[in-house]
């Protein structure tokens, strides 16, 4: 991995973490016979837009797979493994992959870190104006975002790229197979032999009749 891509992996952790932190302090969480108790009143960051009310959420991104705490550490940190292996051993991808997989990789160690700590996932931030979306946190924010862009990139920008590295291989190697078959007509190649073949014999004027 590239050092900037470490620098930003610790800026999502520090945010993520910090913000966590922040939250159980600022709404006064407290923890009674195995359950929290907020003893302060929701903050409104934006009014009827976005706030911050306390959960603890023991399944996956947005409240999914409820109760799937010790399955859902294992996979997320086989997750985690495998995407840092792909990121040190393919360092040539195009940036703004590698950056998209290194947030996403971010995000999961946040969360990662809350259910090896704590058993659950602290969330937080609530959309007023959706009240039937799931609370979630930072680290979700950077997981969704940055698969989305994945996503979009993988679909309509990777193909391209791959096209590009094919002919510029086919360019160095022209037995190379083709990329696509419908460039086979315009690459073909027709061998017709000795070049003196195809030229007309001159005929001198006393030949003529």
Same mark, same amino acid.
């Given at each position: 991995?590239?050092?900037?891509?470490?620098?930003?992996?610790?800026?999502?952790?520090?945010?993520?973490?910090?913000?966590?932190?922040?939250?159980?302090?600022?709404?006064?969480?407290?923890?009674?016979?195995?359950?929290?108790?907020?003893?302060?009143?929701?903050?409104?960051?934006?009014?009827?837009?976005?706030? @911050?009310?306390?959960?603890?959420? #023991?399944?996956?991104?947005?409240? =999914? %797979?409820?109760?799937?705490?010790?399955? !859902?550490?294992? +996979?997320?940190?086989?997750?985690?493994?495998?995407?840092?292996?792909?990121?040190?051993?393919?360092?040539?991808?195009?940036?703004?992959?590698?950056?998209?997989?290194?947030?996403?990789?971010?995000?999961?160690?946040?969360?990662?870190?809350?259910?090896?700590?704590?058993?659950?996932?602290?969330?937080?931030?609530?959309?007023? @104006?959706?009240?039937?979306?799931? #609370?979630?946190?930072?680290?979700? =924010? %950077?997981?969704?975002?940055?698969?989305? !862009?994945?996503? +979009?990139?993988?679909?309509?920008?990777?193909?391209?790229?791959?096209?590009?590295?094919?002919?510029?291989?086919?360019?160095?190697?022209?037995?190379?197979?083709?990329?696509?078959?419908?460039?086979?007509?315009?690459?073909?190649?027709?061998?017709?032999?000795?070049?003196?073949?195809?030229?007309?014999?001159?005929?001198?004027?006393?030949?003529?009749?």
């Amino acid at each position: 991995m590239f050092w900037y891509e470490i620098l930003i992996i610790i800026a999502v952790l520090a945010l993520d973490l910090g913000s966590k932190y922040g939250i159980v302090n600022a709404l006064g969480i407290q923890h009674v016979d195995g359950e929290f108790v907020q003893t302060k009143s929701d903050i409104e960051f934006i009014k009827n837009f976005i706030s @911050f009310s306390y959960t603890e959420n #023991t399944g996956a991104t947005f409240g =999914s %797979f409820k109760g799937k705490t010790e399955l !859902l550490t294992a +996979i997320t940190a086989i997750g985690m493994v495998l995407l840092i292996i792909f990121l040190f051993f393919n360092k040539k991808e195009n940036k703004f992959f590698r950056t998209c997989l290194v947030l996403i990789l971010a995000g999961g160690l946040g969360n990662l870190y809350d259910r090896i700590v704590f058993g659950y996932v602290r969330d937080f931030i609530v959309f007023d @104006f959706w009240p039937s979306f799931a #609370t979630f946190n930072v680290a979700d =924010s %950077f997981l969704t975002v940055s698969t989305i !862009l994945v996503v +979009i990139y993988a679909v309509f920008f990777m193909p391209k790229k791959v096209r590009e590295e094919q002919e510029k291989k086919e360019l160095a190697d022209k037995t190379a197979p083709v990329a696509y078959p419908y460039d086979a007509l315009k690459n073909e190649e027709i061998v017709t032999g000795d070049d003196s073949s195809d030229k007309t014999k001159d005929v001198s004027p006393d030949e003529k009749i």
